[in-house]
Nanobody, 114 residues
């Protein structure tokens, strides 16, 4: 299984970005697809997650600004990021889980300038 993220970049505070993650190599629907992020000097943290049943959860710091969605037919998960803040600057990683297996993408850099 391979996860490939895209959509990162440099944006001014208040701007928007949309991240995409395509999972290939699996014919099964992932139980959970999620986005994590890791800022310099900090631990990786969960940003948003989406279950195959449609449930979502978000980190408190991003509620109301970031929106996770997925296309199960395409094994793709998206992260729409609005009203971005400098503290959102991090490498964003896609994660997909099915049963006991957990997969990670290579990460995409998001930089928000003030």
């Amino acid at each position: 299984v391979q996860l490939v993220e895209s959509g990162g970049g440099l944006v001014q505070a208040g701007g928007s970005l949309r991240l995409s993650c395509v999972a290939s190599g699996s014919d099964f629907r992932f139980n959970v697809m999620a986005w994590y992020r890791q800022a310099p000097g900090k631990q990786r943290e969960l940003v948003a997650a989406s279950t195959s049943g449609g449930r979502t959860n978000y980190a408190d710091s991003v509620k109301g600004r970031l929106l996770i969605s997925r296309d199960n037919a395409k094994n793709t998960v998206y992260l729409q990021m609005n009203s971005l803040k400098p503290e959102d600057t991090a490498v964003y990683y896609c994660n997909a889980a099915i049963g006991p297996y957990n997969y990670w993408g290579q990460g995409t850099q998001v930089t928000v300038s003030s």
